[in-house]
């Protein structure tokens, strides 16, 4: 049930009510539908779907097409709760407690989606981009195939693709109005497995050591920073996420050792480079060893320039505060919108984003609203003058 109100405090709570844990809708992008048209939007339900995978709902959503051309994105989908009973309320609750919305999704990002819909709502048409869309997608916290990447593809098929975008992600450790992002790291896994020769420790000749070697090959690949960051990136960093060689007996020496390493890099390194560095620096100190690699993202920058000034402005304007350019965190979607506008990101605070208890601030909710709000309006009177 849509709230009849553009409140963003009650559409977060119709969000939060959703257990759309990734792939599952649960609804909430019914809940977004039903706010955006009777506000003039013409939307799309786009499920898209991969052999293996389950299928995934995204909704695109657009008013107006002469103009510049505004995109909102962002996703409803939410990564699982864990135990409920850890929770201090249900988690698909949306409860209301101690000037907050409690739930997952409350903060990541649900409440964003709420805040920018209640902006929509209160800027005129008139008064707002002559052209606005909204991409939603139910496939971010997981695989992100059956998602924005795919719904970008129909955008371009389609004639819808943006001037402009902003992403919603919980941008601010703290408060509103500390950070916009404009770009992010890229990633990088590697799956590791070396083999050698099982034998008695009392006996190592005899044997080849596959827990020895691999110690020496993270070691390698620990000794030396990656770099020491950039002009806009902190410095890249290798984390060993595992290692493992099932083996129970203190007196064996183990044929088979397995680990998984993480990168996150800056714009200084290519998913390809960092690929090519961590194969020929681990077996020069290993020996041969087995490497599968997956490149989850490349890094990515939106040079300071006229969107982040847009978006620094209305964070100013509404919230007091300067907002730094970040390009601090994990990945989002952002990445793949980059390829074909401009994009940053501004939205909530990120203090309890996949945590048990999460939550949104009321005061919080409401200020975004503003924010958002008083970027409509901005983009609709300096965007096409530029």
Not at 2 to 19: E, G, I, M
Not at 133 to 152: C, Y
Request: aromatic fraction near 6%.
């Amino acid at each position: 049930m849509v709230p009849s109100s553009y409140d963003p405090v009650a559409l977060t709570q119709a969000l939060v009510r959703c257990p759309s844990v990734t792939p599952a809708d649960a609804g909430a992008l019914d809940v977004v539908q039903q706010v955006l048209e009777p506000l003039g939007f013409t939307c799309w339900r786009l499920p898209f779907s991969e052999p293996g995978l389950a299928t995934v709902d995204n909704l695109f959503a657009r008013r107006g097409s002469d103009g510049p051309h505004l995109c909102f994105a962002g996703h409803t989908d939410v990564v699982p709760p864990g135990d409920p009973a850890a929770w201090r309320f249900d988690p698909f609750s949306g409860e209301l407690a101690d000037g907050a919305v409690w739930g997952r999704g409350a903060a990541d990002m649900k409440g964003s989606i709420a805040a920018f819909l209640a902006a929509v709502a209160q800027v005129n048409a008139a008064d707002g981009p002559s052209s606005l869309s909204l991409l939603i997608t139910g496939d971010e916290e997981a695989d992100a195939i059956n998602g924005t990447a795919k719904v970008l593809a129909w955008m371009a098929d389609n004639g819808h693709l943006p001037d402009a975008a902003l992403v919603g992600e919980p941008t601010n450790a703290a408060g509103l109005g500390e950070a916009i992002k404009i770009g992010r790291r890229g990633s990088l896994n590697a799956w590791i497995t070396v083999t050698g020769r099982q034998g008695h420790t009392a006996y190592p000749a005899q044997a080849d050591n596959a827990a020895s070697r691999m110690a020496k090959g993270l070691a390698a690949l620990l000794a030396q920073p990656l770099d020491t960051g950039t002009a806009h990136f902190d410095a890249s960093n290798l984390e060993v996420a595992t290692i493992d060689v099932g083996n129970p007996a203190a007196n064996v020496i183990p044929a088979k050792a397995t680990a998984t390493v993480n990168i996150r890099f800056n714009d200084t390194h290519s998913g390809a480079s960092l690929s090519r560095w961590l194969r020929e620096t681990f077996e020069a100190a290993a020996g041969p060893a087995e490497i599968r690699f997956r490149i989850s993202a490349e890094s990515f920058l939106t040079p300071p320039g006229p969107l982040s000034d847009l978006v620094a402005d209305a964070v100013a304007e509404t919230s007091g505060r300067a907002p730094i350019l970040s390009t601090s965190g994990g990945t989002s979607d952002a990445r793949f919108i980059k390829d074909y506008c401009p994009v940053v990101e501004y939205g909530g605070v990120n203090a309890t984003i996949h945590q048990v208890d999460e939550h949104a601030l009321i005061e919080h909710l409401i200020g975004l609203r503003q924010t958002y709000a008083a970027l409509l309006t901005r983009f609709a009177r300096t965007w096409g003058a530029r």
